[in-house]
């Protein structure tokens, strides 16, 4: 069956560049969401979208931003990385607004900041 | 603020023997839990979805229950394998905001 793309898998930046993270849902899913996992931490919700709109809202820093388009991918863009930037980017879909249905990750994306 | 607590944090045990990973939760109005699993940096595993109606849900040698007034789930793993070491993550879905990680409980079977 066909899962979550993520791509790039690894991405390695210099402080204050910028990065765009790209995830492909499960097709015919409708709602994404992105989480960050810090080493050593659980996974933090940034954001979600749900039919192309922002339905959730979470840690995601002002540097941040992120949109769902119209073949419902979605990109998470990331400016004037900071080392804490860090992390495994993980997203998420689901059919509907995910409230009774099961969140499906994708493998992730290694950001790496120098 | 809803905080998701994971007890034990690390767990080894002997190929063969059954075991409960504990989660709780401090807000009881949740949607559902989810329980994954994950290896060394990879991604995670969605293992069980209970909706917050259910009081539990099998896959498998998996089972997991949910006390949703008490704020308790727990994921029973039946005669364990070496294949199933990894970190175990429950998470709890409420309104305005998606998954809530607990730190997750690392398992070890040792063969």
């Known amino acids: 069956a066909a899962g979550v793309i993520q791509s790039p898998r690894h991405l390695i930046k210099e402080k204050r560049e910028t990065a765009t993270l790209k995830c492909y849902p499960i097709?015919?899913?409708?709602?994404v969401y992105w989480y960050q996992q810090g080493p050593g931490q659980d996974p933090q919700f940034l954001i979600s979208f749900y039919e192309k709109m922002q339905s959730d809202k979470g840690s995601i820093p002002d540097r941040f931003s992120a949109q769902q388009f119209s073949d419902y991918h979605s990109e998470l863009n990331m400016s004037s990385l900071e080392l804490g930037d860090s992390a495994l980017y993980f997203c998420?879909?689901?059919?509907?607004?995910?409230?009774?249905?099961?969140?499906?990750f994708g493998p992730g994306t290694r950001l790496t900041v120098l | 603020k809803q905080e998701v607590t994971q007890i034990p944090a690390a767990l080894s045990v002997p190929e063969g023997e059954n075991l409960v990973l504990n989660c709780s939760f401090t807000?009881?109005?949740?949607?559902?839990l989810q329980w994954f699993r994950q290896d060394p940096g990879k991604g995670l595993t969605s293992l069980l979805l209970?909706?917050?109606?259910?009081r539990e849900q099998t896959s498998g040698r998996l089972n997991a229950s949910l006390d949703k007034s008490s704020g308790r789930s727990t994921l029973y793993i039946a005669a364990s394998q070496p294949g199933d070491s990894a970190t175990y993550l429950c998470a709890v879905h409420q309104a305005g905001t998606a998954l809530i990680f607990g730190k997750g409980t690392t398992l070890s079977v040792s063969s």
């Open positions: 998420a879909s689901s059919l509907g607004a995910g409230y009774t249905d099961t969140q499906y």
């Open positions: 097709p015919r899913h409708d709602t």
């Open positions: 209970i909706q917050s109606s259910q």
């Open positions: 807000d009881s109005a949740i949607y559902n």
